[in-house]
């Protein structure tokens, strides 16, 4: 089975279910941790209309390093989503199957009725998908 594209609309269904999982606390402090990890884009003087070589260099190292960053802390999110929704899938059981139906194309029972290899093949499906990774990189990003 395959997963279709991650839409605006499906961020509605994952909100519910990570609310369901009460992860919020755990998130902020994933977040808060690696604040100080974020570097500061280098300021340039405004009274110069470009900066100079060096400090275009500067400021380019630093947004690199600032989007890395952020990009770890959304896979290190994603990945600790991943491990509450194992953890607690019981508690989110018809609201995941729902979205995994929704993004097959198949109906909730089919999802239900699904062997454990195909069953877990879907959720690892979805929590690679790069939509899902730029979701929490750019939630990340904003919580500097």
């Given at each position: 089975?395959e997963?279709?594209e991650?839409?605006?609309d499906?961020?509605?269904?994952m909100?519910?279910i990570?609310?369901?999982?009460d992860?919020?606390?755990?998130f ?16 340039i003087?405004h ?18 390093k ?6 770890k802390r959304g ?15 019981k508690d989110?059981?018809g ?12 109906s909730?029972k089919?999802i ?22 730029d ?10």
């Amino acid at each position: 089975m395959e997963l279709r594209e991650l839409r605006g609309d499906d961020l509605f269904t994952m909100l519910g279910i990570v609310g369901k999982l009460d992860i919020k606390d755990e998130f902020m402090r994933l977040f808060e941790n690696n604040v100080d990890a974020v570097s500061n884009v280098v300021p340039i003087d405004h009274a110069k209309k470009q900066p100079t070589k060096k400090e275009a260099e500067a400021i380019a190292k630093a947004q690199a390093k600032k989007e890395a960053d952020a990009q770890k802390r959304g896979m290190a999110a994603a990945a600790s989503l991943l491990q509450n929704l194992l953890l607690h899938l019981k508690d989110v059981k018809g609201d995941v199957n729902e979205m995994l139906a929704d993004l097959t194309g198949e109906s909730k029972k089919t999802i239900e009725e699904l062997g454990l290899k195909e069953y877990t093949s879907l959720l690892v499906q979805f929590f690679k998908k790069p939509e899902l990774s730029d979701f929490f990189t750019s939630i990340a990003s904003l919580m500097k």
